[in-house]
């Protein structure tokens, strides 16, 4: 029996592929996909055609993108980052026939996969398996944006995850997925509070359902102004202690900036297609002595990889999904459920904004 993958083959271009299955070789497993969640920023920049590998390549060598030396990506058969999946063969003894796992093996109904080359979350048999979405990559990615606020905060000396937000004021610009499991994840780790700002009313809407806060940066208050009026530490200290800053829009880092106290930090988990010209390095930033850190899951803060790997960082995911947040994000979180078949003109629909949704889960 053949499998199938999404494929994306040119801007705007989507489509369901059947390929063969291939035979589980000795220290090989296949795992049969479950769930695969659709993440709106790096997947929907190969369909709209805005991704930045589109018009240069990475130097991984010298760190640098380098323009007008990349190779076309189309087709891009390996889309998503968010399986779940249950083991029916293992011919490893490393992976447990039958279990349900968390992968990042890309929207396909099967996978053949190696331990040795892939990542295996066994998810917990009292997990919500929806939920297991979040545990490989996209939960990570926001448990590594207070990792790298914890290693702000205590120069380095990160000895939980908290160390960045417990008792802290904290902002979250954004409400997309990133921007509410990264708030869920601080106040599940003792933040005295959380806003979420965003000029989406929808968006402000399921913020509200989870129990944050929320401020719209569109509406008649700055809400720089109404946080530095609520939050005061000391005379001509007033802002938040951290924030967070979730999408990938120059305005968006621009009032990051301006909600912080003096010499508070930015940490930065938005993915900047058209870069962030806007941003106003003379103002906030320059005045107030502000910091700006990129949190990518590619790499956790300095000095920290020996304690703070992936793993762990997907063992803090499951942690917060495991508990009373678990049901309230499965609740306001997920906003559509659809069948795999539909995933083509799915990915078209949320590129072209034909269709608006949070999160949605593709169901195999």
């Not at 959380?194 to 208050?221: H, K, M, N, S, Y």
């Not at 990938?248 to 988990?269: E, I, K, N, S």
């Not at 962030?276 to 300095?302: M, S, T, W, Y």
């Amino acid at each position: 029996m053949g499998d199938r993958i999404v494929v994306v083959a040119a801007p705007g271009e989507v489509g369901i592929r059947d390929v063969a299955a291939e035979p589980v070789r000795p220290g090989t497993f296949r795992v049969e996909t479950v769930f695969s969640g659709v993440s709106a920023g790096t997947e929907l920049s190969y369909v709209k055609g805005t991704n930045p590998y589109l018009g240069s390549s990475w130097d991984a060598e010298l760190g640098l993108f380098r323009s007008g030396t990349s190779a076309s990506p189309y087709p891009v058969e390996h889309l998503g980052y968010m399986e779940v999946g249950r083991v029916v063969t293992s011919r490893t003894a490393a992976v447990d026939e039958g279990r349900l796992v968390a992968m990042t093996y890309g929207h396909r109904t099967a996978y053949l996969g190696d331990p040795l080359v892939d990542r295996v979350v066994p998810l917990p048999d009292d997990l919500d398996p929806m939920l297991g979405v979040y545990a490989a990559h996209m939960g990570p990615i926001c448990a590594n944006g207070l990792l790298h606020a914890a290693a702000d905060a205590t120069n380095g000396d990160v000895r939980d995850l908290g160390d960045g937000v417990r008792g802290r004021r904290v902002a979250v610009v954004g409400a997309g997925v990133v921007a509410l499991l990264t708030a869920a994840l601080a106040s599940h780790h003792g933040a005295a509070s959380v806003v979420v700002i965003d000029p989406t009313p929808q968006r402000r809407a399921v913020a509200a359902a989870l129990g944050f806060d929320v401020l719209d940066p569109d509406g008649d208050e700055d809400p720089a102004v109404v946080l530095k009026t609520r939050w005061r530490h000391a005379a001509a200290d007033r802002g938040a202690d951290i924030v967070f800053q979730c999408r990938g829009q120059a305005f968006a880092l621009r009032l990051a900036l301006r909600l912080l106290r003096p010499q508070g930090t930015v940490v930065d988990l938005a993915f900047y297609q058209r870069g962030a010209d806007a941003v106003r390095l003379g103002e906030e930033f320059h005045h107030n002595g502000l910091a700006v850190r990129c949190a990518q899951i590619g790499r956790v803060p300095r000095g920290l990889a020996h304690q703070w790997d992936r793993d762990r960082l997907s063992g803090e995911t499951i942690d917060l999904l495991r508990s009373p947040w678990g049901a309230l994000l499965v609740r306001h979180l997920v906003s559509a459920v659809v069948p795999f078949e539909s995933a083509a003109s799915l990915l078209v629909d949320l590129a072209d904004r034909k269709r608006q949704e949070l999160q949605v889960i593709l169901s195999v």
